[in-house]
Each structure stands twice: as C-alpha cells, then as structure tokens.
C-alpha cells in the first residue's frame, strides 16, 4: 500500500496522505481488530463507538504516509457525524464525496485541506428467475472507501501564477461561510464581494461548493500602463478556467485510483486464496 500511495502522491503533489477504509459490520470487529494487531504487531484497537446500535464501522486499515498518521490508525470514521454523512452520500449515488474544509493538525503549522471519500465496490453475479428465464444480474457489494486528504490551498496557490497572484486580489471561501480559507487580503472576513467590479465564480469539488472572489489590484495595473480593460476580464477567464481544470484533473484522478484500487484488491484475494491453498 505504501508503494502504491507514493506512485500516487509523486505524480499528485495537493495529496497529503491516503488510506483504505475497509466496509464492516459491528459483528465483524473483533476479527479486524485481531488482522489488525497482527498487521502492526502492536495493540491497536478500532476506535470510535457507531452513532447508532446498526451503524456499519468505516475504520483506517492502512495509510500513507503511515509514521505520522499512525494514530489514525483504527479509527472509525463513521463515527463523526459530517464524515457519516459524506460516506452516506458517496453510498447513495455511488459518487466520491469530499469533506468540508478542515484545519489539518498533522503537518508542523495548521493547513486548510478536506477528505475526498472514494466508494470501491465488488461486483457478485446472483441468479434470479423472471418470466422463466434465468438472468445473471450483477450486484455491487461495499468493500470499503479510498481515502485522500488534499491540500485545499495547495490546489488553489497552483492554479494561481505569481502574475495572477501579483495582478489580482482574491479570496477563496465555501457556500454560507464568512470567511476564506486562502486569500491574498490578509483579512479575517471577506471584503472583495463589496467591490463592484469583482468577479465571482462558484464551482463544486466532490459536492462542496467553493467560491472565488477576485478584484483587480490596482496598484499594479497602475505599473502596468499596456494593460487594457479587454486583457482584464480575459486574464480573469483565464485564472477561472485554470482553477476548474485543475480540479477537474484531480477528480479525474480520483476515477483511475477507484480502478487502481479494484485491481489491487483483486490481486491481493487472489494471492491471499493461492496461499491458503
């Protein structure tokens, strides 16, 4: 899993850390505990009691970089209720979900980032009998969710050039906060949508949406004499559409790593029957 994480993360520079959340039921804890103790031969624990008596349990397996998210290991996300439900929504429309924005503890200094929650399924072939007939139907079965912790600023900051970021002022927040989790302004709330020519752009990242704000700096337009008001509103399509690519390379990259992940999962069944055998 290591190995497979840093294929990822070497070509995926906002991943900060990945890990696999096995699917279970209640029942089936003390058996993944004891995989578990085995697999770190040390006393690990699944932590984090179900909401509810019926509450499946969506615990960390495996995570990359693992010394310094080893905490994290055993620990059931179902158990907060915004991760409960993100994973319910990403188990409705079998869709990746993100998380909102949250304050990362695990680097040296706090950083805005979100959980991208990737639901992996295996697919059992069940007979049934219609009109006579006998039909295979395929059935998808919950194997567990592929997790990324992304850098929301990182995502932004290489979306945005140091022209851009020279020329403009801006502002990035999500839907119905007051706040922006990366700007420019060095201001505790957001001042730029009071400018009346800013320019606002509203775009969705695994069902959050975020919104960009952005105003002109007029103190270096000012150096910039040659700039008219068309190149203006041009460079402003412009850092808008490198920010939606961005994102969407990076969902894009989600879909490759369900399938890399399937694959894996295969293999490692696989390999696990021929050694019983």
Not at 188 to 203: A, E, G, K, Y
Not at 235 to 245: D, G, N, S
């Amino acid at each position: 899993f290591q190995h497979f994480v840093n294929d990822i993360s070497g070509e995926l520079s906002t991943l900060k850390a990945m890990s696999w959340n096995p699917y279970i039921a209640q029942s089936d804890k003390a058996a993944h505990q004891a995989e578990l103790r085995s697999t770190y031969q040390r006393p690990i624990n699944i932590k984090g009691s179900p909401l509810t008596n019926d509450d499946p349990i969506v615990y960390v397996k495996w995570i990359s970089p693992e010394q310094e998210n080893i905490k994290a290991v055993g620990f059931n996300v179902y158990s907060n209720e915004t991760r409960k439900a993100t994973l319910n929504q990403s188990m409705v429309n079998y869709q990746f979900k993100a998380t909102s924005i949250v304050q990362l503890v695990q680097s040296d200094q706090k950083e805005a980032g979100f959980l991208l929650f990737f639901p992996v399924f295996e697919q059992h072939q069940t007979n049934t009998e219609q009109q006579g007939l006998l039909a295979n139907n395929p059935v998808r079965k919950l194997k567990g969710f592929a997790t990324g912790v992304f850098l929301a600023e990182k995502i932004i900051a290489e979306a945005l050039t140091e022209q851009h970021q020279k020329l403009f002022h801006y502002e990035v927040y999500e839907q119905g906060e007051q706040h922006a989790f990366f700007s420019n302004t060095n201001k505790n709330s957001l001042t730029l949508h009071q400018d009346p020519n800013s320019f606002r752009h509203t775009f969705d990242v695994g069902g959050q949406k975020w919104h960009i704000t952005l105003s002109a700096n007029k103190e270096q337009l000012i150096h910039q004499q040659n700039a008219t008001f068309l190149a203006f509103f041009i460079l402003l399509i412009v850092i808008v559409t490198t920010i939606i690519t961005s994102l969407l390379l990076m969902n894009n990259r989600q879909m490759a790593l369900n399938n890399l992940v399937n694959e894996r999962t295969k293999s490692l069944e696989e390999a696990v029957k021929e050694a019983n055998y």
